[in-house]
């Protein structure tokens, strides 16, 4: 993981937030930020 990686997440979640089809037109993007979102890291800071 790199410093990037969670702001991609940021994009991502802006996107679904504006009711883009992140899922469906971004398919590979979407796995990726399944993955940074499931990251321990990340749901720590989010407390998920």
Excluded: C
């Amino acid at each position: 993981m790199t410093v990037v990686d969670p702001y991609l997440l940021v994009f991502f979640n802006w996107g679904k937030g504006l009711n883009f089809n992140m899922e469906g037109n971004y398919p590979h993007y979407s796995a990726f930020s399944q993955s940074i979102a499931d990251h321990p890291s990340v749901i720590k800071a989010m407390h998920r």
